[in-house]
């Protein structure tokens, strides 16, 4: 049977790196003597790519590169640290391998994600990984999943795209491959079911559903 390809994204959907992402926003406000940001909006903005979420807390366009730089000195020494996988993924991800070729599409910069991945101990089940620093356009763009199946030399036939925010989702319908959503992530299942697509807990339940599909 043909093998089908499943690409995921990371934050909210295999891993769990808020503490680190809130402390590396923190550290950016305060490098510029700034009031700290309320952490709930901040999670909110998990899943969006650095410089859209700083501006969207208020940071004008053209100082958004100052704080990524800022947040980054501070993430960098503590991410690996600071996260951990989540419940069901390093499952999902041995039963995915065994049906699937399978990517990481994320907003998070590969530079970060690989050595993640592989302290976890599951980078070694990830053919290719596309981050925010592979890519023009991120999710909800296209591009970003459509680099990853020409990596995996894939076409979108049999082709998901496993993610917790409706970024994934977008980029999936985009991209013409099927979206899945779980919602152990960032986004509500409320807001994920306004998407009409495929929604599970978590991406266990995802990779039991598609394991299924013939």
Known sequence: MLRKTILFDLDGTLIDSTSAILDGFDAAFRAFDQPLRDHEVV????????????????VKKEK???YINAYRSVYQQIYIKQTSLLTFAKKSVQEASLIADLAVVTTKSSKFSKPLLDH??????????????????????????????????KDKENAFMIGDTHLDIMAAVEAGITPVAVSSGYESKESLRQFKTL?????????EYIKNIR
């Open 43 to 58: 999670k909110s903005l998990i899943g969006f790519p650095l410089d859209v979420a700083f501006e969207k807390l208020g």
């Open 199 to 207: 929604l599970f807990d978590n991406t266990y339940e995802a990779i």
């Open 120 to 153: 976890l101990g599951i980078g070694k089940y990830f053919k290719v990984i596309i981050g925010r620093d592979d890519v023009v356009h991120p999710k909800p763009h296209a591009e970003p999943i459509l680099l990853a199946l020409e990596k995996l030399s």
């Open 64 to 66: 958004t590169s100052e």
